[in-house]
């Protein structure tokens, strides 16, 4: 699907605020709800809206440490390691990388016990460095919730 303005703009107005009604997104680029709505139908369909998300004040939720991993793997199970990644709830990302280790992991814990205890089951896969954050510089959802 070829993309054009309207469909930057309908885009653009949807990732300010992914619950904006098809009629208010239509006036803000003088369409008609109907016409908004049939194209992102269209925009759903052809996988470049992949889906609607929910942005959570992570330190009311009482997660307060963030720490990223770099994960090296010791063993090639591989499927194993990722399906722990993606049962674990303190885990936000995973990307596998070139360079230095295996695997970039995020991880938001609410107490520096819970982290030390993620990190000790994942020993069992390999070998990580972790670096603490020390102070959130830019978070793309934070100003997402903040406009």
């Known amino acids: 699907m070829e993309l054009d303005n309207i469909d930057f703009q309908i885009l653009r107005l949807l990732s300010e605020n992914a619950r904006i009604q098809w009629k208010e997104l239509g006036e803000q680029i003088h369409m008609t709800g109907q016409a908004v709505g049939n194209r992102i139908k269209k925009l759903e369909e052809s996988g470049i809206i992949k ?13 307060t440490f963030t720490a990223f991993v770099i994960f090296y793997m010791k063993t090639t199970d591989h499927h194993s390691f990722i399906k722990l990644m993606n049962d674990r709830r303190e885990v936000l990302e995973v990307h596998r990388v070139s360079g230095e280790g295996c695997y970039h992991l995020k991880i938001k814990t609410s107490s520096q016990e819970q982290l030390n205890l993620f990190l000790d089951k994942i020993l069992e896969y390999g070998n990580y460095t972790l670096h603490l954050s020390i102070q959130e510089i830019k978070n793309q959802n934070a100003m997402a919730a903040n406009d």
């Open 51 to 63: 889906g609607y998300s929910v942005i959570v004040d992570e330190i009311k939720m009482g997660l």
